[in-house]
């Protein structure tokens, strides 16, 4: 049987994709468990245990100077500036995305300004929005928006404006106005892309996120990465690394099943 | 000038590309005219422009002796061969919309009785047209026929002055395509109907249309073939009038026929 006409079942599919998983997983502990045995005391691949008993400190002890538990305060931070961000770029998207994509003459108007934005890349930007909008929170979510809006914006209103022709001239013979073709019409269909493009904006967002928390900032994520990054702290590099993969993974899976369950004449026949 | 819809010398232009020219019609209300010729001859062009899709180069059209706005409007209602119905909206919903249009400018819904009203109606245009089972299916659960019988009754309940077909069963299988043809004629008889369809199956535009008209190219250069448009190079009233009894019959013979193999009513 050819490779193309394979199909896996599927309680394969899991195990399957699993095991690359584990692989690496046990390559990683192998390693770690070498380097130990040369010198107990290594901080570059650190054991299970080195990482639990680092990260306990952040999870479970309050932190002297500010009296909050470090890893729900770091968190709490990212999620409520990648939050800001993503609410406004998807409102943001939403709108100029219908707009564009539905009334020709705000498309040559907006349309060149849009691509314009679209090419800047957004760290390039950075350093204009510290010196305007000061260190603080402001920046930070400006990053994430000027750095998705853009590209959420225009696939927005590219796929308002693939929407069949048929369908805007049927809704006109109707009796449809342009703002209740915009409402009834091209709404509806592009709430599915919408979260679609969020989906794919998480990516990018969470790396402005970061760089943003990098370069100045007290307090998230990102913030403690690179502050710890100065003590060699392998234990607590990488489980907020694989946290931050985990609350990624959760989001995306969260908007799939958002869409599939608000839109089910988006996701095929069955509904 | 009595005709329900008049085009004076329409000419269509793309570049220096001429798909068109002067053609002169006048459409009788209540006739059911077919427009076939080969393809690019022009009939969706044609179409487009009755519908207020495109202007034309030159020429005026009138509907009623008023002349038209070169925009799509609720007085011309039309079917297209395919994406003619809204897939996010139930068969309910789709049929609805032109109601809600006209009765809720801002909003664009309905609420409370006169949603009711208007769920009335809708059901009652589902219902003459076979889909009365089905109201609460999307799109994209129904086959092609059943879409199709749904954008004509979303057309139908604005009452337009003016149905236009764009091969509305160009996409149908042979049997459907049947039913379809006996459904449409009943409908036009059922609601006066005046209706304008292009198709590119002669036979489907001789057992409809009450007048068919086909448009090719009267000249033909060689060396430029795109110079030379196409105007009506035939335009034949057809046997099948309103008042010839002896097609009437068997006409209906064929739609009780459907009509109890689809088991509606």
């Known amino acids: ?271 | 000038m009595s005709a329900l819809l008049s085009l004076r010398g329409i000419w269509v232009e793309y570049g220096d590309k001429i798909v068109l020219e002067k053609v002169d019609l006048d459409v009788d209300g209540g006739s059911f005219v077919s427009i076939i010729g080969p393809s690019g001859a022009g009939k969706s062009s044609l179409l487009r422009i009755i519908l207020g899709q495109e202007v034309p180069t030159r020429g005026s059209i009138f509907l009623d002796d008023a002349p038209l706005t070169p925009e799509c409007g609720p007085d011309r209602g039309v079917v297209f061969q395919r994406y003619s119905v809204f897939q996010h909206l139930s068969v309910l919903q789709n049929t609805l919309f032109g109601l809600e249009c006209t009765a809720a400018p801002f909003t664009a819904r309905l609420f409370g009785s006169a949603r009711r009203a208007a769920e009335k109606d809708a059901i009652e245009m589902l219902n003459s047209v076979g889909l009365g089972d089905s109201i609460h299916l999307y799109p994209a659960q129904m086959s092609g026929g059943m879409q199709q019988r749904l954008a004509i009754a979303q057309a139908l309940i604005k009452r337009p002055r003016i149905l236009l077909l764009d091969e509305p069963f160009g996409a149908l299988d042979p049997g459907i395509r049947a039913d379809m043809h006996a459904l449409i004629l009943r409908l036009w008889r059922d609601y006066s109907l005046t209706i304008i369809m292009v198709t590119h199956d002669i036979r489907e535009a001789f057992t409809l249309g009450t007048r068919l008209i086909a448009l090719d190219k009267r000249r033909i250069d060689p060396h430029a073939p795109h110079r030379f448009g196409a105007s009506a190079v035939y335009d034949l009233p057809l046997k099948r009038n309103k008042g010839s009894l002896e097609e009437e019959v068997i006409t209906v013979d064929i739609i009780q026929e459907n009509e109890t193999r689809i088991g509606y009513e």
Do not use: C
Request: overall charge positive; proline content about 7%.
């Open chain 1, 1 to 271: 049987m050819r490779w193309v006409n394979r199909q896996v079942r599927r309680g394969d599919r899991i195990l399957l994709g699993s095991l690359p998983i584990l692989m690496l997983l046990l390559l990683y502990i192998f390693f770690a468990a070498q380097r130990h045995a040369i010198n107990p005391a290594d901080k570059i691949l650190p054991l299970p245990a080195g990482m639990a008993s680092g990260m306990s400190a952040l999870l479970f002890q309050p932190d002297q100077l500010t009296g909050q538990l470090t890893f729900w305060a770091d968190t709490l931070a990212s999620l409520q500036r990648l939050g800001l961000g993503l609410g406004i770029s998807t409102l943001t998207a939403l709108i100029l995305g219908l707009v564009l994509g539905v009334l020709p003459p705000v498309r040559a108007t907006l349309g060149p300004l849009v691509t314009g934005i679209a090419v800047i890349p957004p760290i390039a930007l950075l350093p204009i929005l510290f010196i305007a909008l000061g260190l603080g929170e402001t920046a930070k979510v400006a990053l994430i928006v000027i750095g998705i809006t853009p590209v959420m914006v225009r696939d927005i209103a590219a796929h308002v404006a693939d929407l069949p022709r048929e369908q805007i001239v049927k809704a006109q013979t109707l009796g449809a106005s342009s703002w209740q073709i915009m409402i009834r019409v091209a709404l509806p269909q592009a709430m599915p892309r919408l979260l679609h493009a969020v989906r794919l904006a998480l990516g990018p967002a969470w790396v402005f996120l970061i760089s943003a928390e990098a370069i100045a900032s007290d307090i998230g994520l990102g913030y403690r990465i690179f502050l710890v990054r100065r003590y060699l702290s392998m234990d607590v590099i990488i489980p907020y690394v694989a946290w931050i993969a985990g609350l990624a993974i959760m989001m995306d899976v969260a908007l799939a099943f958002l869409s599939r369950r608000m839109f089910p004449w988006a996701h095929g026949a069955r509904h």
